[in-house]
């Protein structure tokens, strides 16, 4: 199994520009998630889905949009990048049919950075 | 609301030394609680875990045991080597969410 698949592994935009964080995974995993990671704050939780077609938000979510339309894929948009969302991106699923404290699964990441 | 502190990193020591990272945490309910390794490189996975009061998670001579009365769950190893060196954040999760509320992360070096 690939388990949580992110692309691109390292990105550059420039103020103002938008892009897609990729994100897909095979175990048929209903729920799905994004985090971001910043230095001294550990992961704090952008939007998740617990399911295609459902959506939420988390902690952080201003400036991101996501959609699930399999159960696959859950991109994560930035519409306007700002500096601020320099970071380190990580996409993350769950088997909730084991039960919500089972293992989540998390991707390599996206290293993002604003200029 | 929720939250998880970890004690400060990083925290460096030689092979075969013992470790202790504390984790102490703040829940409304009765949180799962987790202990995540994050290699060079590579995302989050799960080290251990434990979902009840008195519990004890381990794995890779990891571990860690579910303290209600002081709110803790402090993870100890015997004996580091030098490929335990990695950033460990402790986390928990409430409810039926699926969300995950993480500590800050320490960053563990081993030297040989």
């Known amino acids: 199994n690939a388990g949580v698949t992110q692309t691109p592994k390292f990105q550059v935009l420039k103020t103002g520009q938008s892009m897609t964080l990729q994100c897909a995974q095979d175990?048929?995993?209903?729920?799905m998630s994004w985090y971001r990671q910043d230095p001294g704050m550990g992961l704090r939780l952008i939007h998740y889905?617990?399911?295609?077609?459902?959506?939420d938000q988390g902690e952080v979510p201003n400036g991101y949009n996501v959609s699930r339309s399999t159960t696959e894929d859950f991109p994560l948009r930035l519409l306007s990048a700002a500096p601020s969302q320099t970071s380190v991106y990580f996409c993350a699923s769950i088997d909730r049919d084991r039960g919500w404290d089972t293992e989540a699964f998390f991707g390599q990441g996206t290293r993002l950075t604003v200029v | 609301g929720d939250s998880v502190t970890q004690m400060e990193g990083p925290v460096t020591l030689s092979e075969e030394a013992f470790l202790t990272i504390n984790c102490t945490y703040t829940?409304?309910?009765?949180?799962?609680l987790f202990w995540y390794v994050q290699y060079p490189g590579e995302g989050l996975q799960l080290l251990l875990k434990a979902t009840k009061a008195d519990d004890k998670g381990s794995n890779k001579g990891f571990e860690a045991t579910y303290r209600k009365e002081t709110t803790s769950f402090h993870l100890e190893k015997g004996s580091v080597q030098v490929s335990d060196s990695a950033v460990y954040f402790c986390a928990l999760t409430t409810g039926n969410t699926g969300k995950l509320i993480f500590g800050q992360g320490t960053t563990l070096q081993v030297k040989p």
């Open positions: 829940a409304t309910g009765y949180p799962s």
């Open positions: 175990m048929n995993h209903e729920y």
């Open positions: 889905s617990v399911g295609a077609g459902i959506t």
